[in-house]
């Protein structure tokens, strides 16, 4: 009898691994399922340890080399404002500014307390009834005016009493609008704003992300989820150190001499610049999507060089008779549509740019505070 058990066992084990095999693949087919038709993932980026067990962000995140900067990019716009200080909710003496724009905004190459922002809250400003100004940096490293909007949108639901809105040519051309990953991966908020003003953009473009079936399971969205708990991890180290950017000790300096050349985005020769080219009515739509909060819209500084043929280029990527159009057109279409515009384009001294045309070091950020705060007063003042 014992014989014929022992020989009984084995097979008898196997059927029990195989039917443990095959109830988890089912179970893990069921999950993949069920995750595909419930698309969890903005609701998943809601989820954070930031603001309660470890410190919010200053920035928005962003960031390649994670080891070292305990940052990176992702798509999750939910997710990025769940990490960030402004998701907390407004203190009743609190008159909250939201800074968007592009990586002069977020701070390229600039601690935390040099940036736009941090320059403002340092300065512990106060309105006339006594409520404390607070910036929030919420510019983003990427040059689309889209990307603006679709951070807006994200925004205008943390209570803001103003945003300041830097912008700058690279942001403008028409046709690069859906080619950042940030837009064409969160189509819905960009189509409902194409819907709601009828924007010039084809919500049918191939570049907004159009994922199948199989590419919205737990399979296939494995990287998103990845980078979700990779956010969570590295905030630890974020919160121990304060560190969420690689500022190198030595970088390359902007150029200051250049070629005989007179290209700018898709055009190798001058042309005449219309709002076919440069996406004027994004501005318009940004402004009258924030409703009823005030919104500053700030034409940056740019580095001016006066070196190798600056008479044809301000700089590496402003052509002069491209940028020349370009301020030209957004004063006339800021007066057209009442828009409380700033344009500080030669304000800042050349010195004071870093490593590109935009970029500005901890002194020329400082200028630019100063510039920009008494409108900041006034807002907040009435």
Do not use: C
């Not at 500053?296 to 280029?313: F, K, T």
């Amino acid at each position: 009898m014992a014989n014929e058990e022992e020989q009984k066992n084995p097979t008898q084990t196997w059927k029990m691994i195989g039917r443990v095999v095959l109830k988890a693949a089912l179970l893990f087919i069921l999950l993949n399922l069920v995750f595909a038709a419930l698309k969890p993932l903005e609701s998943l980026g809601q989820l954070s340890f930031y603001n309660w067990l470890i410190e919010g962000r200053e920035r928005l995140p962003y960031g390649e080399n994670s080891d070292i900067s305990y940052n990176l990019s992702l798509d999750n716009v939910p997710a990025m404002f769940a990490s960030h200080k402004v998701s907390v909710p407004k203190a009743d003496d609190e008159f909250r500014v939201l800074i968007i724009g592009d990586s002069g905004s977020w701070g390229w190459l600039l601690e935390n307390d040099d940036t736009l922002a941090g320059q403002i809250n340092n300065g512990n400003y106060l309105t006339n009834d006594g409520r404390r100004i607070v910036a929030y940096n919420l510019g983003y490293p990427i040059m689309a005016l889209s990307k603006d909007l679709l951070i807006l949108d994200a925004a205008l639901a943390q209570d803001p009493d103003l945003v300041v809105w830097p912008v700058t040519l690279e942001s403008f051309p028409r046709d690069q609008q859906l080619t950042p990953p940030i837009v064409a991966n969160n189509p819905e908020p960009i189509l409902s704003l194409i819907s709601q003003y009828d924007l010039t953009m084809d919500p049918d473009d191939p570049e907004f992300a159009d994922p199948s079936f199989l590419e919205e399971t737990i399979v296939g969205r494995r990287r998103e989820l990845a980078d979700l708990l990779r956010l969570q991890l590295y905030g630890f180290s974020w919160h121990a150190t304060g560190v969420d950017q690689d500022i190198p000790d030595e970088f390359t300096l902007r150029r200051s001499d250049f070629d005989e050349d007179q290209s700018w985005a898709s055009f190798e020769n001058p042309i005449q610049l219309t709002t076919n080219e440069i996406a004027l009515d994004l501005l318009t739509v940004g402004v009258t999507h924030a409703g009823d909060v005030p919104v500053l819209i700030v034409n940056e500084p740019i580095y001016i060089s006066e070196g190798e043929n600056s008479d044809i280029r301000y700089n590496a990527w402003y052509p002069r008779w491209a940028y020349d159009q370009y301020r030209e057109l957004l004063v006339e279409n800021a007066a057209d549509q009442g828009l409380s515009y700033i344009d500080l384009w030669e304000s800042i001294a050349a010195q004071e740019f870093t490593d590109s045309p935009v970029h500005l070091s901890q002194q020329g950020t400082s200028a630019l505070v100063e510039l920009i705060l008494p409108h900041i007063m006034k807002a907040a003042n009435g």
